[in-house]
Nanobody, 123 residues
C-alpha cells in the first residue's frame, strides 16, 4: 500500500503563487507515475498534469502557461508550482500515484490517492 499525502494549500490572492507538495511512500518512488488533479464543488475531478518515472511531463493547455510539475526522487516528493493564480483555480487539489501501469489523464488511471489540499484564490 502506497501512502500519498499533499501539503501546501491555502488562501492566496489572484495573481499569486503556491507550490503544492506531495509525498508518496515506497522505496521504488522513482518509478512511480504521479499526477495532479483538482476538484471544485459540484464539478468532476479535473486533470492538471502528470510526471512519469522517466521525468517526462504532461500538462494540459488549460494551465500549462501557469503550472509546472517537478519531482525530487531523493525526497519521495512531487511538486505542483502554480503561478498567476485565478479565482477559478479554487479547488481541492489531489495527488495520485500509479505503479502497475502507465500514467494517464483520468482518475481511473491512478491507483493511490491523497486526501487533497484546499487551494482558495481570492479576487
Amino acid at each position: 500500500q502506497v501512502q500519498v499525502a499533499e501539503s501546501g494549500g491555502g488562501l492566496v490572492q489572484a495573481g499569486g503563487s503556491l507550490r503544492l507538495s506531495c509525498t508518496a511512500s515506497g522505496r521504488a518512488f522513482r518509478t512511480y507515475g504521479l499526477g495532479w488533479f483538482r476538484q471544485a464543488p459540484g464539478t468532476e475531478r479535473e486533470f492538471v498534469g502528470h510526471i512519469k518515472g522517466s521525468g517526462s511531463i504532461y500538462i494540459p493547455d488549460s494551465v500549462s502557461d501557469r503550472f509546472s510539475i517537478s519531482r525530487d526522487n531523493a525526497k519521495n516528493t512531487v511538486y505542483l508550482q502554480m503561478n498567476f493564480l485565478k479565482p477559478e483555480d479554487t479547488a481541492v487539489y489531489y495527488c495520485a500515484a500509479v505503479i502497475k501501469r502507465g500514467v494517464g489523464t483520468f482518475p481511473s488511471d491512478f491507483e493511490y490517492w491523497g486526501q487533497g489540499t484546499q487551494v482558495t484564490v481570492s479576487s
